[in-house]
Nanobody, 126 residues
Framework: EVQLVESGGGLVQAGGSLRLSCASS????????IGWFRQAPGKEREGVSC????????HEADSVKGRFTISRDNAERRVYLQMNSLKPEDTAVYYC???????????????????WGQGTQVTVSS
């Protein structure tokens, strides 16, 4: 069955870096898009960055462009989110999610992603 497990969250000071990892199993990795989403207290869940495994096409939210980079390791069936220059407003629970993406990356929005990990807390202190 499909399983996604996030790791790498934690507490970091503003300006610091973290790398999140999403380990996948139970999927034909190349057929999917995998995205990172986050939800802060009192806010809707939002797309942060998504990647289509087969061609490596990506999308990044405007709020993280130039700071966050999504990448994949096909051999390990993992997707990473390198987060640099972290800001307090990046504080949220970060989720990894997957969807089948046969014809393109598509929207990087939580409503179109089907399989979800448990989330990992990222806290950025000022």
């Amino acid at each position: 069955e499909v399983q996604l497990v996030e790791s790498g969250g934690g507490l970091v000071q503003a300006g610091g870096s973290l790398r999140l990892s999403c380990a996948s199993s139970g999927i034909t990795f190349d057929d999917y898009a995998i995205g990172w989403f986050r939800q802060a207290p009192g806010k809707e869940r939002e797309g942060v960055s998504c990647i289509r495994i087969s061609d490596g096409s990506t999308h990044e939210a405007d709020s993280v462009k130039g700071r966050f980079t999504i990448s994949r390791d096909n051999a390990e069936r993992r997707v990473y989110l390198q987060m640099n220059s972290l800001k307090p407003e990046d504080t949220a629970v970060y989720y990894c999610a997957a969807k089948i993406a046969p014809y393109g990356l598509g929207p990087c929005g939580p409503r179109v992603y089907d399989y979800w990990g448990q989330g990992t807390q990222v806290t950025v202190s000022s």
